[in-house]
């Protein structure tokens, strides 16, 4: 298998995202309960319309205003949808300069405007000049629709015999195996390094 690409889901394969603690700085501003809001978040012109590309960041903040008496502003509001993000996952640096040493990197992730202006300014350090980033939004298709795949892949320019794909999702992995991707679940940094050093690929 002559690889030429590594494709990395980023939230909490790269980087850990901190849900529950957006919940609770959502809840605190609006009259919703946890479980409402996250039965919110997860409806049609919500969250994860949003990372479809269906839906812009106001119109998840009108319909969070509407829905869950959401009462911050949409600049309080930005800065909150900011915070998502705790820091990046144990090891994941190595296991990146190790891939580097061999193939190509590329990101890939189920995203929205915001995060995708906030994540490579805030983690900046993990990154370099010839990665690639496919946002779900831009493309108006997410994980793990076997379409996102497909146009990842024309993105960097590869084919799904030379690229490999991480993500701590099994239903992601299952979706990129199914048009011919090598993808592996990510469980914790190590363990990736020693599934790949078994498959030949480091």
């Given at each position: ?11 909490n394969t790269v980087i850990k995202l901190a849900y529950e603690r957006v919940l609770s700085s959502i809840n605190s501003q ?173």
């Amino acid at each position: 298998m002559a690889v030429t690409w590594f494709l990395f889901d980023l939230g909490n394969t790269v980087i850990k995202l901190a849900y529950e603690r957006v919940l609770s700085s959502i809840n605190s501003q609006a009259s919703t309960t946890r479980d409402e809001l996250i039965e919110l978040l997860e409806s049609p012109g919500a969250y994860r319309d949003m990372e479809r590309g269906a839906v812009t960041f106001w119109e998840f903040y009108e319909l969070l205003c509407d829905q869950a008496d959401y009462r911050g502003s949409i600049r309080e509001f930005h800065d909150l949808w900011s915070d998502f993000f705790d820091g990046t996952i144990p090891g994941i640096e190595d296991v990146l300069d190790r891939v580097r040493e061999r193939y190509r990197v590329a990101f890939l992730s189920n995203s929205n405007e915001v995060h995708a202006e906030v994540i490579p300014r805030k983690f900046a350090g993990l990154f370099r000049k010839d990665d690639r980033f496919v946002w779900s939004y831009r493309f108006k298709v997410a994980k793990p629709d076997p379409e996102y795949f497909r146009r990842a892949l024309e993105v960097v320019g590869s084919l799904p015999h030379h690229t490999v794909f991480i993500d701590d999702l099994l239903e992601n992995v299952i979706a990129a195996r199914g048009i011919g991707i090598a993808a592996f679940q990510f469980r914790d940094s190590l363990s990736l390094l020693r599934e790949l050093e078994a498959e030949d690929l480091l």
